[in-house]
């Protein structure tokens, strides 16, 4: 490590070109340097504490890193013999690493920090094993050591994948690390280095299933990690994290006897407990930075675990696949529309039952999936929800982070493939609970009329996985569809816009997820089968006009249009076929624009648009068959 400061500090540092710059160095920065290179003990330590102060300014920070401030501290403090230098260094080091951005750690990694740390720990487990009076006095910046060298772990492990990697298959990191967890001391000190090992461990064990199984089969380490977890103080939330991380690594791994209760559903009530209580979460310096970003962390946690869920394959989902589907006798009867049988303090009333039975459930019957899935949706999402709720019409950053986390609640119902009683009975309360977002949290954001895209977008994405993961059919508030188109009509002209400003989609990302195809989607979920014929043929012909003319700018839009418009009118049972599809002139308008599709889908790169590719070649080779169809089913009965 020593050649490559030597080679790096061999280069002369130039001159910056700005005048204040120039003179802000020569008047602040280079007699700081100087000083922090003097013999003297106390001018170096002057210079330490002045150092650690103009690091929190950016332009102060900036020009001590042209200064080589990184190649100084690591020739000159972090060998030097005197522990108090040493650990000055090792602090300056982890000051900047926390002040600059994830480049810096990125810099440090590529000039080999890791071996510089590993061989500090060495010498330091050296020194603690020296029970003399002599070394008691060094006791103190051992652990200033120990500090610093902790909280430049974690920045190290969260600033790029590669790094967190590296940092996992150094032995000596992670024992350091479980070393400072299981202390039994309790002082602000040492719950400061509790706080960053376990920050570093939720880093680097995700998507680690190697470290992670490695954690678990060493007993005194997961039970450590389960206390801090059981503790219900701030520390529990980041021990929730890793035991996330190590829970999903055992979908990966048939060799692992797991523990009763050892899965994300025993995880859920913790993560609640944040959001419930964030704001009363004391936070010292030493830990959060504020209570938001308590919450925040619990709602991402959460989120994890039912995006978990959507990819679960194991064994579980596999036998509960085997097992026959029974027959939802009640659902056959009560009919889909949600209308008919319960107003919206119904709602209410069976919310507040499914939360009180909750606990009357018998998890010994069902699987670890279908007991994560119910926690999800029993326990965490009315919290979610009143998550957002409570911040009243403010569109914070909570904000968003609660709409993705109920969003992956949703999709994780969606998409389950576990057939039991218990998931149709499951499913009965997500409809009270998905007829509920809608009401209080849906309807109201899109009648807002909100100018922040990110915020709009998450919204209609949560709309839509509510739609699909419903059973029944939701009950829109009247305007809702307007809205939806009004919100798509936006986004197509600010799409249009960026285009004609010469900004066109680089990913294919940028058009598939795009704000506008998003809402298409929404709208066509609506006009779907029970809706009523007004709605239907509202929304059916909003559809037809964006395909009138096709707009080769927007093909993303012009594909979704079409299998929405396909999924619409698929059901040869429709019995509005003629007052929507026929009387709207749909087929007339579908039929000539049949030749324009075929070069539209042409035009779209296969390779940098897979997807949309894809898509579009459907679209293209469903349209004349369903044109067809259509036609066959007027013949067979005249009065379409």
């Not at 700081?32 to 102060?60: F, G, H, M, N, Y």
């Not at 409809?431 to 990110?454: N, R």
């Amino acid at each position: 490590m020593g050649k490559k400061w030597d080679k790096k500090r061999s280069k002369p540092t130039k001159t910056p070109s700005n005048p204040e710059c120039r003179v802000y160095r020569e008047q602040h920065i280079l007699p700081t340097i100087i000083k922090l290179q003097s013999s003297d003990q106390e001018t170096k330590s002057t210079a330490v504490a002045s150092i650690c102060k103009l690091i929190l300014d950016t332009k102060s920070r900036k020009l001590l890193l042209r200064e080589k401030l990184v190649t100084l501290i690591c020739e000159e403090f972090l060998t030097d013999p005197n522990l108090n230098n040493k650990a000055d260094g090792w602090g300056i080091l982890q000051g900047l690493a926390q002040e600059d951005d994830p480049g810096f750690c990125v810099h440090l990694f590529r000039q080999g920090i890791l071996s510089a740390i590993e061989t500090e720990l060495n010498s330091l487990s050296q020194t603690n094993e020296d029970s003399s009076p002599v070394a008691a006095p060094q006791k103190e910046n051992c652990w200033r050591i120990i500090l610093s060298i902790t909280g430049l772990l974690a920045l190290l492990s969260n600033s790029r994948r590669e790094i967190a990697e590296a940092i996992a298959q150094y032995a000596v990191f992670t024992q350091f690390l479980f070393t400072n967890i299981c202390s039994q001391t309790s002082d602000e000190s040492h719950e400061e280095v509790k706080y960053q090992a376990l920050t570093c461990l939720m880093y680097l064990t995700k998507n680690n299933s190697a470290l992670s199984q490695k954690i678990f089969e060493k007993d005194a380490w997961f039970q450590a990690l389960t206390a801090i977890e059981h503790s219900a103080q701030p520390l529990a939330l980041l021990a929730s994290g890793i035991l996330h991380n190590i829970f999903t690594s055992f979908n990966l791994s048939r060799s692992l006897t797991v523990p009763e209760g050892a899965n994300d559903a025993s995880l859920i009530p913790v993560l609640v407990l944040f959001m419930e209580k964030s704001t009363n979460v004391p936070t010292n310096r030493y830990q959060f930075s504020s209570p938001d970003q308590v919450i925040q962390l619990a709602l991402e946690i959460t989120g994890s675990i039912a995006a978990r869920i959507q990819q679960t394959t194991d064994r579980e989902i596999k036998q509960s696949k085997k097992r026959p589907c029974p027959i939802d006798e009640d659902a056959e009867s009560e009919g889909t529309d949600l209308s008919e049988e319960s107003d919206i303090d119904e709602i209410h009333a069976d919310m507040k039952m499914i939360i009180e039975d909750a606990s009357n459930t018998d998890h010994k019957s069902i699987s670890i999936p279908e007991r994560i899935l119910e926690s999800l949706v029993r326990v965490a999402a009315p919290k979610v929800l009143q998550v957002i709720l409570s911040a009243g019409r403010d569109v914070t950053p909570t904000t968003k982070y609660a709409l993705s986390t109920l969003n992956h609640i949703a999709l994780a119902v969606s998409t389950t493939k576990i057939f039991s009683n218990n998931i149709i009975e499951l499913r009965k309360s997500w409809d009270v609970m998905a007829q509920e977002i809608w009401t209080d949290l849906i309807s109201p954001a899109i009648q807002s009329d909100t100018t922040d895209i990110v915020y709009a977008s998450k919204v209609v994405d949560l709309a839509l996985s509510l739609l699909h993961s419903a059973r029944k059919t939701i009950q829109i508030e009247y305007g809702d569809e307007q809205k939806f188109i009004k919100l798509c009509e936006a986004s197509s002209d600010r799409r249009l816009s960026n285009i004609t400003n010469g900004q066109k989609p680089e990913k294919e990302e940028d058009e598939l997820l795009d704000l506008g195809v998003k809402c298409i989607g929404v709208l066509g979920s609506l006009a779907r089968k029970p809706a009523s014929v007004e709605l239907n043929s509202e929304i059916a012909s909003y559809l037809i006009k964006l395909l009138i003319p096709l707009r080769p700018e927007l093909r993303a839009e012009t594909v979704e249009t079409l299998h929405q418009i396909f999924e619409i009118y698929a059901d040869n049972t429709y019995c509005d076929d003629g007052a929507s599809f026929w009387s709207d002139e749909v087929f007339d308008a579908l039929d000539k624009m049949q030749g324009q599709l075929k070069h539209i889908t042409k035009a779209i790169d296969p390779r940098k648009f897979p997807t949309l590719r894809q898509r579009a070649r459907q679209a293209q080779l469903k349209l004349s068959p369903f044109l067809k169809a259509k036609l066959k089913e007027r013949a067979s009965n005249p009065k379409v």
